[in-house]
């Protein structure tokens, strides 16, 4: 009796410690798929420029790349840009509206004058004329009038020097981290900026359909100037679809632009960016060097670009495993296709078995993945394709 009572005790304890007991942590294996993601890629060959600064970016996709020295440079006319978004920021126009009249006055045609007698790009204008906001932006990024950059600070701010400060505000608030204006013209040397900088400004600038609608036209005819034509020689060339060009002796040659490449039997949007281009001091010599950058770097890219589908809807992503239960594949939720190029950096994470519910049914979402491709991030939903518990009572009892 006493022996069988040990026993029973001896079980009795057992139990207690099986049923009790932590039981042995749960793995997740990537499949190979996902981690073949993100293997090192060669990277495609790019024309950058010699010298100077350049940057690339596929619209609503992810930066290229940039190239060149870092450090803030002067960028001429190219602060127009800034200029012109600012602008539009406060006084929004809808395609096709011509907004509210500018009245040009007696200082205004002086300042044309004196500004024409030096040189500058600036649009012809007459003293007690009206310019309408749309015909004053056609007039500041077409011809490039630095007069008219002014007209409009004093019309938006009050004063040149009131508009600037709005101008390095938008910059700040865009993390425009190396980037100053001085003036609205962007005339001076010491307004300067970098080709990072001004690339996420241009594709910001780029989503405003009046801008990209004003930056598209090779000219324009305003009310006393008459024709005025656009200074990007190289609208409608190679794709290129706008947006601005800058030259002095101080920045060089420089040029923002927007291209529609082909991709396959689609096109997709290019914002680029060419700075400190060398050349004679002639404005023609510098913005040749500009075109000639620009054009190389877009002669470089088509080759490396592909849309490709990265993940299909119920390809197993991960394994989740248990010594209790079958093994559960977490698939994704939906499919991934994407553009790319050869050597755009692609990163798969899968989160850990500890961030995924301790039981599941099959068919429900345990987690999200992401898919990092260039600087765009993709979320996937995991879904179970089995059901998941805890261990039962016999399992426990029989593995000790």
Known sequence: MAAAALVLIALAVYIVYALARSLPSRSLTVAPATAA???PRAVAPLAWPVSGAAALAVEGVA???????GAPGAIASVAKVMTAYVVLAAHPLAPGEQGPSLRVSAADAAAYRRDAAEGQSVLPVRAGERLSELDALEGLLLPSGNNVAVLLARWDAGSE????????ATAGSLGLTHTLYTSASGLESSTVSTAADQLRL???AFRVPVFRQIVAMPEAILPVAGPQYNVDALLGHDGIVGIKTGTTTSAGGCF??????PEGRREITVIGVVLH?????????????????TTSLLHSMPDGLRVRTLLRRGETLATLTAPWSQSVPLTAGRRVRVLLWRGIPI??????EEHMPASFAAGKVVGVATLKVGTRLERVPLV?????????????LTHP
């Open 37 to 39: 993601l993100s293997t």
């Open 63 to 69: 930066t290229v790349g940039v190239h060149g020295s």
């Open 161 to 168: 020097r009131a508009f600037v400060a709005k101008m390095n």
């Open 202 to 204: 241009a594709e910001v």
């Open 256 to 261: 923002v632009f927007a291209a529609r490449v």
């Open 277 to 293: 281009q060398p050349g004679s001091d002639s404005e023609a010599s510098l913005l040749a060097a500009a075109f000639q950058a």
């Open 347 to 352: 990163h798969a994470s899968i989160p850990s």
């Open 384 to 396: 179970a394709k089995r059901g998941f518990g805890g261990a039962s009572i016999g399992w426990r």
